[in-house]
């Protein structure tokens, strides 16, 4: 497999796809379908939508049945972004090297173009019933499923945890349940929603889950090391390798990493692409 070549390729599918689903900018009110479109069409990997295409290719799924719920994912990713870079969250002005939303728009519309990306987001689920052959059960647990991934349990808890900035005792334990919730569920919910709309067995949902995990958490402790390395860490936020070294963190990434790989021996071969972006993820630069 050529990895960057299926990467863009993927990549492609799902802009046209977000392009289509997105209300056009000149729809009334025009504002908030600027602010929206901004944001999803910024930049960035597209990662959670491509895993989900990846994931219901490995069952032997067409991608163009897995658009819909690829793109959620990546409606969803984009919500969480706007409100992350809000000045009552973490105040960052800028989202892959372009001003936020909200310096944009301001913080009022920005507000709630991340509220309508996710409320567009579960439309976009119901839009798989144009599919005749996608049951109306495999409907109704992507819906548990996006649903979960964003509740108080993870991402909207990690965040409050996040903008609370507790004092543990446990300091490790705390930062690694904070990132599973904030990042590994949703990379997990993007894993589980391709093998919910292929059908797959409750143990080939198990492997995943456990892969998505692995690299969700690796994936956020890389972000940490890199801020350390470029000097772009926040001195007030605790950081994985601000509390074990870089050392370590740099080890405890790659157990992570062989971990996700061994999850996935039960599908051989056709787990390609998901062991090719667990050595991405290790080896990653920005």
């Given at each position: 497999?050529?990895?960057?070549?299926?990467?863009?390729?993927?990549?492609?599918?799902?802009?046209?796809?977000?392009?289509?689903?997105?209300?056009?900018?000149?729809?009334?009110?025009?504002?908030?379908?600027?602010?929206?479109?901004?944001?999803?069409?910024?930049?960035?990997?597209?990662?959670?939508?491509?895993?989900?295409?990846?994931?219901?290719?490995?069952?032997?799924?067409?991608?163009?049945?897995?658009?819909?719920?690829?793109?959620?994912?990546?409606?969803?990713?984009?919500?969480?972004?706007?409100?992350?870079?809000?000045?009552?969250?973490?105040?960052?002005?800028?989202?892959?090297?372009?001003?936020?939303?909200?310096?944009?728009?301001?913080?009022?519309?920005?507000?709630?173009?991340?509220?309508?990306?996710?409320?567009?987001?579960?439309?976009?689920?119901?839009?798989?019933?144009?599919?005749?052959?996608?049951?109306?059960?495999?409907?109704?647990?992507?819906?548990?499923?996006?649903?979960?991934?964003?509740?108080?349990?993870?991402?909207?808890?990690?965040?409050?945890?996040?903008?609370?900035?507790?004092?543990?005792?446990?300091?490790?334990?705390?930062?690694?349940?904070?990132?599973?919730?904030?990042?590994?569920?949703?990379?997990?919910?993007?894993?589980?929603?391709?093998?919910?709309?292929?059908?797959?067995?409750?143990?080939?949902?198990?492997?995943?889950?456990?892969?998505?995990?692995?690299?969700?958490?690796?994936?956020?402790?890389?972000?940490?090391?890199?801020?350390?390395?470029?000097?772009?860490?926040?001195?007030?936020?605790?950081?994985?390798?601000?509390?074990?070294?870089?050392?370590?963190?740099?080890?405890?990434?790659a157990k992570l990493i062989q971990?996700?790989?061994?999850?996935?021996?039960?599908?051989?071969?056709?787990?390609?692409?998901?062991?090719?972006?667990?050595?991405?993820?290790?080896?990653?630069?920005?």
């Open positions: 497999m050529n990895f960057e070549n299926y990467i863009k390729d993927k990549k492609a599918i799902i802009e046209a796809k977000l392009d289509d689903i997105l209300l056009p900018e000149e729809e009334d009110p025009p504002v908030i379908h600027k602010a929206m479109r901004y944001s999803v069409f910024s930049g960035g990997k597209r990662l959670r939508p491509i895993l989900t295409l990846a994931t219901a290719e490995m069952f032997g799924m067409e991608n163009k049945k897995v658009l819909y719920t690829a793109c959620s994912l990546e409606l969803i990713h984009t919500f969480s972004l706007i409100h992350d870079d809000l000045p009552c969250i973490d105040n960052d002005d800028f989202r892959r090297g372009k001003p936020s939303c909200h310096k944009v728009y301001g913080e009022d519309i920005a507000l709630l173009a991340g509220d309508a990306l996710l409320v567009h987001a579960y439309r976009t689920v119901l839009k798989n019933l144009e599919h005749k052959d996608v049951k109306k059960s495999t409907i109704i647990a992507l819906f548990d499923e996006l649903t979960r991934c964003v509740d108080t349990r993870n991402m909207l808890g990690g965040q409050v945890k996040d903008v609370i900035h507790e004092e543990p005792s446990d300091k490790i334990n705390y930062l690694c349940k904070l990132y599973r919730q904030k990042t590994a569920a949703l990379i997990c919910a993007a894993i589980r929603a391709g093998a919910i709309m292929a059908e797959a067995k409750k143990r080939e949902i198990n492997a995943l889950t456990k892969y998505g995990e692995c690299i969700g958490l690796a994936f956020q402790i890389t972000d940490d090391i890199l801020d350390l390395l470029q000097d772009q860490r926040n001195e007030e936020k605790m950081t994985y390798p601000g509390i074990v070294g870089l050392k370590k963190a740099k080890e405890d990434t971990d996700a790989k061994d999850a996935l021996k039960m599908f051989d071969e056709r787990a390609d692409f998901l062991y090719h972006l667990a050595d991405y993820i290790f080896s990653r630069q920005k």
